[in-house]
């Protein structure tokens, strides 16, 4: 038995690399567990994001047909169903509630907003001949013997799934009508 005289008799391990590597662990869960929740509330958002414009589709869709038909003679309201991408899951249907279109009143049109190319224009000129025809918007204000009369179409959208309803979509629309038209 042939010890040198340098070296130290053995000791009990301290347990520092132990130590070490339960703080490291406990770090590393800590940073997962906080992803794992930033995650989540990154999905709930995207998820959340898609309903909206997914209810505003579906919304602007029902105002579009409502505008397409001559609402203007008698506004009513109207409550829809929508499947917004065609798929016959509940989850893609949209209630929509359509208000009756309002109308927020009427604007004289300029003879400078029109094309006298236009067909549609050109029952809306004035003659200028004749200075005072009696004729209603044939002043020398410039404006032309027709009008716009301007509508508020709007709508809110509900999901199929009992979800809260979207804000509610709003569309305005100017509709040519003659000069002395009430709304």
Request: proline share 5%; net charge neutral; with cysteine.
């Amino acid at each position: 038995m042939n010890r040198s005289k340098n070296a130290c008799p053995p000791q009990g391990q301290s347990g520092a690399t132990l130590l070490v590597s339960m703080i490291f662990l406990v770090v590393l869960t800590l940073m997962v567990v906080s992803a794992v929740k930033v995650t989540n509330v990154n999905t709930k958002l995207v998820g959340n994001m898609q309903t909206e414009k997914e209810a505003n589709a579906a919304a602007m869709q029902e105002i579009e047909k409502t505008i397409s038909t001559d609402f203007t003679a008698m506004p009513v309201a109207s409550t829809t169903t929508v499947d917004i991408n065609k798929s016959g899951q509940t989850g893609s249907s949209y209630t929509v509630a359509v208000a009756a279109p309002a109308c927020t009143g009427i604007k004289p049109i300029k003879l400078s907003e029109l094309d006298p190319s236009l067909t549609s224009d050109q029952p809306c000129y004035v003659s200028g001949a004749s200075q005072n025809t009696g004729i209603a918007g044939s002043s020398a204000g410039g404006n032309s013997l027709c009008s716009n009369s301007n509508w508020d179409v709007n709508a809110t959208a509900t999901p199929g799934v009992g979800g809260v309803p979207s804000a509610p979509t709003h569309q305005g629309i100017a509709v040519r009508v003659t000069v002395g038209a009430a709304c």
